[in-house]
């Protein structure tokens, strides 16, 4: 297995999906992960594939206590007063190295661990079933423990609706949903996830303003047109530069409001508010 890793997705829905084999887990909201113990060192990647291990340091630090050849997907996140905070994530994943570590001295980070790619003995373990890749995955981080924790999984209904609704107190968003029977299948969204936030995502192709730090950024929608966000507020439009900087990037774009935006190809993907493009713009909450 190669760095980076794609990594599986999931697709937004209102309600639980009908069936017996699907196992809900409670959905962390924080930076999405995927944690790389290699032979000598740890790594650490986005949900895009950047490297992130200098902002993240604390878990890459928790991760050398597993075995050399250990992929692992979770979300990182920070609890702050006793609840996740997302803004607190969204601060530690825009800062500098040197501004990671002040901030890591007052919330430290916790990877909420939902999945096994590769283990130290079976190798690349995605085609394996959930449930077996699960296995393998609390039978390796047991032992560790704190800031490496795996979600708990539950296929009783009334266990899930149960988290949904009071575990919304302490900052967790919503449910993930999962077959067991599913294998691991990266860039797909084999997963079903339901949110408390009325939500959608899409994929930006553009944006205005500097490409280190945009104004605005154009995002392709379900329907296959190009809205233009509401004006970024300062830590979401770093993170987004960050993803931006460097790649090629042409004039020409047009929103369906009529407004220019310079174009680029890999764009990463971000949460909007549901309905807030009736309007011609839309507002952008999060990178996914």
Known sequence: MEFPVSLALAQAVQSPPTGRDWYAEPKVDGHRMALWRLADTVRLQ?????????????????????????????????????????????????????????????HPATLAAFDLLQHPVHGDVRALTYLERRALLVELLEPVGPPLQVVPSTRDRDVAADWYTLLQEQGIEGLVWKRGSSLYTGNRRIWRKQRHADTSDGIVVGFTGPQTRPHAVAVRLDDGTVALSQRLPGVLAAELGAHLTGQAARAGGRARGGETYREVEDGPTVEMLAGSGRHGVITVTRLR
């Open 46 to 106: 986005s949900r895009a594939g950047r490297e992130v291990t200098a902002v993240w340091f604390d878990l890459a630090v928790a991760g050398m206590r597993l075995p050399p050849g250990v992929v692992v997907d979770g979300e990182a996140c920070v609890w702050v007063d006793g609840r996740v905070s997302f803004s607190a994530a969204q601060s530690r994943g825009a800062s500098t190295p040197a501004r990671a570590r002040t901030l890591a001295a007052e």
